[in-house]
């Protein structure tokens, strides 16, 4: 593909992020028009606009929709972003962080936070629940040093099963209050509870560790044909995928702390957009963290609207798509990645 | 100048898998590196490219040790190709020809721009006589197809020093012939790990024969390739004659039950 259809594509995914970012916060119990979201958007950057907005539609669209539609889409980014870089480093196309375990370590970490009260800072917690866990499925995955796709996403079952458990075990123990709802949440991922809080963290988290992995698509790239390809291309292979890895634990462990561990998402985003950008990390980068923006955007409004006026957590969402998409990898791929 | 091994070790738990390995290669020379399996010739090749580093030793490439280098600095001077590569992702040929470009990119901002990259890659193509290949994907070439665009890649790294790890691996014959004629053709100091002694005798300048992780034989293909080194070397019996084209010696082997029969 030439450069300036990739960048049409870029932009169109963008342009249609945004539109849909805007007409998700329309959408909900209470009606409210793009008017009125660009009304009160506006008033609280300080830019004048002729519709004044009442205060209850104020509060709804600012205090509400706003922070959780942002959140699903700086989520769905680092996720997306999650997923690319560890397909690339570990040359695995099953490799996303929640299939791998890191998701869940990361929830492990939140949760003590949140429920215990253990003094940590929130998205730290969750990053070094969330490296435990890599560490740990990635040395259980290593027979004879190597690691197989097959091995790596067994070895990340045991893993979210056992953080799964210690979640839940710890919601349990500190129980008070509606602890089911507490432990769905953090098991299969929601955005409900999103503040501008949950902005920040998952901002910062998309944004700094993004950036660093934008700068790194060359060194992803070279990983395609495996690590002595990539020594031999010039890459430090050990110091390169530990620094990725680090990231992506980072990454995983900002998007974990504000919306529990959503799942598929860094798993069908990096090969349906492949599809469009091809494999090259310049172009599969930018283009995966919109797309998966803007598809939890959607699915969170579909988790939120659906069933309308029960709510259901994303992750139930995104497994609904996800899961038939992992079984068509599991199908079509060559067999000497499953070895 | 060209490139000089120098008293090269190099052990993997212990286990001596290059030993006090020592050779001279002129600029442009195509050296055909030969032994038994497990005689170390991968190793030795990823010590030349300096993916590993030799426990003792140097490898000195026109005056300039590879030991001093960055693994990119190493990159741009030497390309390596693997045996039975194969990507992880679908690739076109033309994504697998500018990988060889990463070396050239700076450090940070390497990962945009890139224009210049295009014309190398495809001048590289072009080369290896590959360039209607471009938008193809790379799972579909054969394997004579994939080796020769493997080459490209290597070039569009422009190296001073190609090593290559059985290159013709699973090629047929007129793909093995191609392939090293190619080699030839480009005019680099080479470094071939073969198996097959006849091609290694048609197409290359040096041998050097390992056994054990030792250089038992270096020399022109006439001087190494005789009846009692390669007996020594492999355990086999075999005749040598001359190539009635090229000169070369070519090597006959005799099977132990012709032998019995004789």
Redo the contacts between chains.
């Keep these: 593909m030439t450069r300036a259809r990739y960048l049409g594509w870029l932009v169109m995914a963008t342009v249609t992020l945004a539109l849909v970012c805007g007409v998700a916060v329309t959408i909900g119990p209470a009606a409210v028009s793009l008017a009125q979201v660009a009304g009160s958007i506006g008033g609280h950057l300080g830019i004048p606009t002729d519709a004044p907005v009442s205060l209850l539609v104020d509060s709804i669209v600012w205090q509400l929709r706003l922070p959780r539609v942002l959140t699903a889409a700086l989520v769905g980014a680092g996720l997306a972003l999650s997923g690319a870089v560890m397909q690339s480093v570990t040359r695995n196309p099953l490799a996303d962080p929640y299939l791998l375990g890191l998701s869940s370590g990361a929830s492990v970490g939140a949760v003590c936070v949140v429920i215990l009260g253990i003094g940590f800072a929130l998205p730290v917690a969750a990053f070094l629940g969330a490296l435990l866990a890599l560490v740990a499925t990635l040395s259980i995955a290593r027979v004879g040093g190597t690691i197989t796709p097959v091995r790596a996403v067994l070895a990340g079952l045991a893993i979210a099963q056992l953080a799964g458990a210690l979640t839940s075990f710890i919601i349990f123990w500190a129980a008070k209050g509606d602890s089911y709802r507490e432990i769905l949440n953090w098991l299969l991922g929601s955005v409900a509870g999103a503040t501008w809080q949950s902005v920040a963290i998952a901002a910062s988290g998309v944004a700094v560790v993004g950036t660093g992995i934008l700068l790194s698509a060359t060194r992803l790239d070279a990983f395609a044909f495996g690590d002595t390809s990539a020594a031999s291309l010039g890459i430090n292979v050990n110091r390169t995928r530990w620094a990725l890895l680090g990231a992506v634990a980072l990454l995983t462990g900002a998007m974990v702390a504000v919306s529990g561990s959503i799942g598929f998402v860094g798993l069908i985003l990096p090969h349906l957009v492949r599809g469009i950008s091809g494999p090259g990390h310049r172009r599969l980068l930018p283009l995966v963290s919109v797309c998966g923006a803007l598809f939890l955007v959607i699915a969170d409004t579909l988790a939120r609207t659906v069933f309308d006026p029960r709510e259901l957590p994303v992750g139930i969402i995104t497994a609904f798509i996800g899961v038939p998409v992992f079984i068509l990898l599991i199908k079509r791929k060559k067999s000497h990645l499953w070895a | 100048m060209g490139v000089d091994l120098d008293g090269l070790s190099f052990a993997i738990d212990g286990t001596l898998i290059v030993r006090d390995f020592s050779a001279s290669l002129p600029t442009g020379s195509v050296t055909g590196l030969l032994g038994p399996n497990g005689a170390g010739k991968s190793t030795l090749l990823?010590l030349v490219?300096g993916?590993d580093r030799a426990d003792a030793g140097t490898v000195t490439l026109d005056g300039v040790s590879i030991g001093s280098l960055?693994?990119?600095?190493?990159?741009?001077r030497?390309?390596?190709l693997?045996q039975n590569?194969?990507?992880?992702?679908?690739?076109?040929v033309l994504?697998?020809v500018?990988?060889?470009r990463?070396?050239h990119?700076t450090r940070?901002?390497?990962?945009?721009g890139g224009d210049d990259d295009r014309v190398v890659a495809i001048d590289a193509l072009q080369a290896v006589g590959a360039a209607e290949l471009a938008d193809r994907c790379w799972?579909t070439l054969s394997g004579g197809q994939q080796q020769r665009v493997q080459i490209a890649r290597a070039m569009a790294?422009q190296p001073k020093l190609l090593l290559l790890d059985e290159p013709t691996n699973h090629l047929d014959v007129s793909a093995q012939l191609a392939l090293l004629g190619q080699v030839r053709a480009l005019g680099v100091t080479a470094i071939m790990a073969l198996h097959d002694l006849n091609l290694a005798a048609a197409y290359c300048d040096q041998i050097l024969l390992l056994d054990g992780g030792r250089l038992v034989a270096a020399g022109t293909p006439d001087e190494v390739l005789t009846p009692e080194i390669i007996g020594a070397v492999y355990g086999v019996d075999c005749f040598i004659l001359q190539h009635p084209r090229g000169g070369h010696p070519v090597i006959v082997y005799s099977s132990a039950t012709s032998k019995g029969a004789s």
Aim: aromatic share 2%; glycine share 6%.
């Design positions: 990823r490219a993916i960055t693994r990119q600095e190493a990159a741009r030497i390309a390596l693997e590569a194969a990507p992880s992702v679908e690739l076109t994504d697998v500018l990988l060889g990463i070396p990119r940070l901002m390497g990962s945009f799972q790294q």
